[in-house]
């Protein structure tokens, strides 16, 4: 959605902070580098939020840019290299 919708660059999708509404249970689960007032507005409109320190997966984008070149980027949080490191 940051990528297509609001135009951010790859890494800037990538790195944002991340939520996740799986339905059951219903509970919206936040990384910790959401912003505290989003969190906050979120509870105030009745959400049960849980403020998560580890995410338990990682996210790789490739995309093709408005001037047709190719961007890739890792997740930071993975502890693991992948290629992209260029390792």
Do not use: C, F
């Not at 919708?5 to 219903?26: F, I, S, Y």
């Not at 001037?67 to 949080?77: K, N, S």
């Amino acid at each position: 959605m940051r990528l297509l919708w609001m135009r951010r660059t790859v890494k800037e999708a990538v790195d944002w902070g991340r939520v996740h509404h799986q339905l059951l249970p219903n509970v919206l689960n936040v990384e910790k580098t959401v912003d505290t007032r989003l969190v906050r507005e979120l509870r105030q409109r009745g959400h049960r939020v849980s403020e998560l320190s580890h995410w338990p997966n990682d996210v790789m984008i490739l995309a093709r840019g408005r001037d047709d070149r190719i961007y890739v980027t890792h997740d930071y949080r993975r502890q693991t290299n992948t290629d992209l490191d260029g390792e």
